[in-house]
């Protein structure tokens, strides 16, 4: 088939992002499903570096992620950090029984071999086409053989060789500092374009090069996931293959030593890091399938965090919900519907609805002020705000989702692969 | 809005359905939405009958709904059984704060006072567009002048007054036996075609003339509702006003008291009662929104009935899974990852999945002797079944659903009100 169009949602350019110090890129061919481009991330990181990293909670998690999450301790990261990612695009390897176990541990192997660091250090991750298993050590063969490998340490390159059917690369780099240091933050990201019998699955790779130990990245990582990748939905499916994966490099200049999450001077850092998660998650969220209009949605008035973010999820899931956005409809009682449906705490008669801050609904009734030619405007335009107050308590939570289009099923019903 | 044309999935015809002895129906007209045609049932009962309902689980339920809840005991039923049923089509109820409120109680007086019940014997169901006020006393008036009112005991015309975006009237009847004496279980539905602001809503009533207290008759309905109409979904979506009353009569010929579930003498009645439950339910999912295609899901191999339940909804609700079978497409990878994402019991690698009947993955990956031109041909149908073993237990469970189309995102985001 012919490559989607570009989403209408897509920021306007990849980002500048310098490259961080010490940290080697390559891209490579495997000849797999994308014969004409790159389809193979080789991440490179000096001795010392640590690692984090946070995966799907399906069940039926691929071979790769089983691999990953056997690396990473959920309250104190990777033990022996991280020393290589591998990445390709175009096989899942999900699905795939002992085979995709053997080829995960081909791979592993061939990289430690390569860059001479111990097969614990070495992070592998693939997305594509699910239950296909690949040709045996085809990704060790490329690493091995160093067959059609290019020194790149270009983040553009690397975004681009981990693209499946994203309709563009994903990148967001940001400076801080740690005491006085400065500290760089990159990361790439793909996901959320899906073909059949493809599977959108959400990648992202955040390299810094402060010095940070592994558990207290561990930490900032799953805290902070919450509030990024775990705050965005598509379509409410969840892929066998999601991996985040964080790595400080430590090769900024001198800085005080980091030892926990409370540390002042983290603070700086930690608020980078995540509006640099965030960013990531919302460029997924804005290449979702068929999306028109990006939505974000504020929940407030809730019993607790939790609670709000559910009720947040349970609308952005919401088919009727994310149809009445593409109609450009404000369709209040949709958005009451999928707070009852949360099965969290709310009162009927206290929840208030705004769309574009104007309310449309208060007390449990339609506001009697509600101008509909206001909010029909906001509703045209592509960045949508929704608010809801559910009137129980004093905890709120944001998530991200976008519009439910013909698009959408274009994508998943109508194409053939 | 033209009205949508009928499903291609609908029923031949509506069945043959008897009168239920004792049983009378009348059809009105409220002037409220439909101007043209009947929109209010009543349903009057005889003296002595016993009552059973089921209702949203839904944190924002409508005032009908609310009513209902506080006339019936979860474990017992309705302690002072029922004597009328008021049912409009056009105007929810729903989320309109004290007004709602006060529109139910007027019109329960009025019912009451109209037949000479009690008022806890009145039982009051709304679907229509949510979050509009009714005109003070709209649905009182009619019963107090008994305007329009028509007296029709015909199961169709009641079937029809009942329906908002439903594409055809959907009733179910059969005959069963109690010690041998001749029982009859008559029962109509209304559910899942939507308009933007509309609200798809499940209602159904269902009554028998058998002579079953209301305790035995409420363990018997919260019972097969779970392997009926809470084994089905459209969209995820969950209404503020999902209804089902049952009511038995008891104006059948003379047959033995019934006590408990355990009767020997209620198994007949009990299998029949769960075939016209299910028909109903059926209906409903054929009337989908943009429906082409009736899904069965059979899982089995799980630990418990819940937990096969449980990845039954999981898979009946993936955007991605019911695209797939919307695009005839035997994406066996989507079923993976939806019974991953369920969150319950199963074993990676002891996956195995049929479509039609014909395996097209075992033991964690694709059949090597899958015949795709044979799976294909009953993805061309529209009935389609599939069928997934989780491989970890003895449970199964069955689940109902329809395909995701661009009718579907036409009906909800395309049209306007």
Redesign the interface.
């Known amino acids: 088939m012919d490559p989607l169009p570009k989403s209408p949602l897509a920021p306007e350019r990849f980002p500048d992002m310098p490259e961080i110090a010490g940290v080697e890129l390559k891209t490579g061919r495997t000849g797999m499903k994308y014969k004409d481009r790159d389809d193979l991330l080789l991440m490179h990181l000096p001795a010392g570096t640590s690692a984090a990293g946070v995966f799907?909670?399906?069940?039926?998690?691929s071979a790769p992620v089983l691999w990953c999450r056997s690396l990473i301790d959920p309250k104190g990261g990777a033990a022996e950090g991280g020393r290589l990612v591998v990445v390709n695009a175009g096989n899942a390897n999900?699905?795939?029984?002992?085979?995709g176990v053997d080829e995960v541990t081909a791979t592993v192997k061939a990289g430690a071999k390569a860059i001479a660091c111990a097969e614990e250090q070495v992070f592998v991750a693939s997305t594509g086409?699910?239950?296909?298993?690949m040709p045996p050590d085809t990704i060790a063969h490329v690493l091995t053989e160093r067959a059609a490998v290019n020194d790149t340490d270009d983040w553009f390159a690397a975004a681009k060789a981990i693209m499946t059917t994203d309709t563009y690369p994903k990148g967001a780099f940001a400076e801080t500092e740690i005491g006085g240091a400065v500290i760089k933050i990159a990361g790439i990201a793909k996901g959320s374009g899906?073909i059949?019998?493809d599977?959108a699955t959400m990648l992202s790779f955040i390299v810094t090069d402060a010095r940070i130990p592994s558990s207290v990245l561990q930490e900032m990582l799953s805290e902070d996931a919450q509030t990024s990748f775990n705050a965005i939905t598509v379509?409410?499916?969840?892929?066998?293959s999601d991996t985040v994966l964080l790595f400080a490099a430590g090769t900024a200049g001198d800085h005080p030593d980091v030892t926990s999450l409370s540390d002042t001077h983290l603070r700086a850092f930690r608020g980078t890091l995540q509006s640099v998660l965030r960013d990531l998650a919302h460029q997924i969220v804005r290449d979702g399938e068929g999306a028109t209009k990006f939505i974000e949605i504020q929940v407030r008035g809730a019993t607790t965090t939790d609670s709000a973010r559910k009720i947040g999820m349970a609308i952005a899931?919401?088919?009727?919900v994310k149809?009445?956005i593409?109609?450009e409809?404000a369709?209040?009682?949709?958005v009451?519907?999928?707070?009852?449906?949360?099965?969290?705490?709310?009162n009927?008669?206290r929840?208030a609805i705004w769309f574009g801050g104007h309310r449309v609904?208060k007390?449990?009734?339609?506001d009697p002020n509600f101008d509909e030619t206001v909010v029909d405007a906001h509703l045209k335009g592509t960045e949508i705000l929704l608010e809801v107050d559910v009137g129980v308590g004093r905890h709120a939570a944001t998530v991200w989702t976008c519009?439910?289009?013909?698009g959408?099923?274009?994508i998943?019903?109508?194409?053939?692969s």
């Open positions: 799907t909670k399906s069940q039926t998690a999900a699905f795939t029984g002992s085979f086409v699910i239950g296909e298993t899906m059949a019998p599977m379509d409410s499916d969840t892929s066998t899931n919401s088919p009727l149809t009445a593409a109609g409809d369709n209040w009682g949709r009451v519907m999928a707070v009852g449906k949360a099965g969290e705490p709310a009927r008669d929840i609904a007390d449990g009734v339609a519009d439910l289009t013909h959408y099923i274009s998943n019903a109508d194409y053939r």
